[in-house]
C-alpha cells in the first residue's frame, strides 16, 4: 500500500506541475499580446491604454508566482485573472468599455482561446489533490473511510465539471462575440477631402481640412482597398473627390470602394484617418501593424 500510495502521490504532483506551467506559460503569453497592442497603438486610447499596460504587468507578476511557488492560491488568482481578461473582452466587444468598442481582429481572438485554455489549466493546477498527509485506510472503520473517499471522489468531480463546464460556455460566448463582431457599428467615414500640406515633428505629412494625419495601408493598391468592415472602425477612409490646398501637389484621385462610396487618393494610395488622433498635429498611427498590414502617414515632398 506504501508503494502504491508514492506513486499515486507522485504522478498528482507531477500532474499539477504540468498544469501549472502550461496555464502560466499561456497566461504569458496573454501577456506579450496585450503588450504588443499597446506599443503598437492601444496606448493611445484614453482609459483603456493603461488598462492594456495594467494587464501586461498583473499577468507578468502572476505567471512568475505561478511558476516559482507551488501555492493553490497563485494557480487560482492566475485562473480567474485569465478569466477577467477575458470577460474584459467580451464587454468591450459586446457594449463597449471606458467608451471604446473593440472590433474584431486576429490578436483579440487568439488572446480569447489562449486566456480560456489558461483559465481551464490554472483553475485545475489549483484544485488538484495531493493524496499527501492522508491516514491509511486501515487506520479508520471501513465504512467511515469509504464514504469519506467517496465524498472526496464526488467533490472533485463536480468542481472539474464546473471548471469544464466555465471553460466551454467561455468558448461558445467567445464564438457568439466574434460572430457579432464581423458587423460592427459602420465608422463615421471622414469627408474633409480637402487636403493640405502639414509639418508634424518635422516631417511635412497629408492632411485633412481640420489638421488630422492621412495615411495609407501597405497591402492597397492603386485601384483597390483591403481595409473594409471592421477595419474601419479604426481608420475611416477618407471619401469624396480630393482637392489640392496648400502645399499639395502630388496626384490625386478616386477609387471605388466595395460599398460603392468613393475615397480619395493620393499618389495612388487610398487614404484613411486614424481613430487613436485625438487631434490635429498627432500622427499615432504612423507605422502600425494593425488589421492586415502595417500604416504609415502619408509624407509630401518638399
Known sequence: MGVGKHRRRKAVRWLRLRLRVAGALLLAVSACIHLYLYLTGYRTIPTIGWLFLLQVIVATV??????VTHSRLAAAASAGFALSTL???FVAVWIGLFGFKEVRTRAGIAAGLIEVAAFALLALAA???????QPERAARPAGRGARLLAG?????AMVVGTVGAVSVAALVLLGFVVANAESPPAAAASTEATLKATTISGVTVLTNARGFTLYY??????????CTA???AYWPPVT???KAGPGVAGRLGTITRPDGSVQATYDGHPLYTYVGDRGPGQASGNKLDLNGGFWYEVQVAG
Do not use: R, W
Not at 152 to 156: E, R
Open 62 to 67: 502572476l505567471t512568475v508566482a505561478a511558476l
Open 87 to 89: 470577460t474584459a473582452y
Open 127 to 133: 484544485i488538484t489533490v495531493d493524496p499527501a498527509g
Open 152 to 156: 472526496t471522489q464526488a467533490a472533485v
Open 217 to 226: 495601408f501597405a497591402p492597397d493598391t492603386p485601384a483597390a482597398s483591403k
Open 230 to 232: 471592421s477595419c474601419t
Open 240 to 242: 469624396g473627390a480630393p
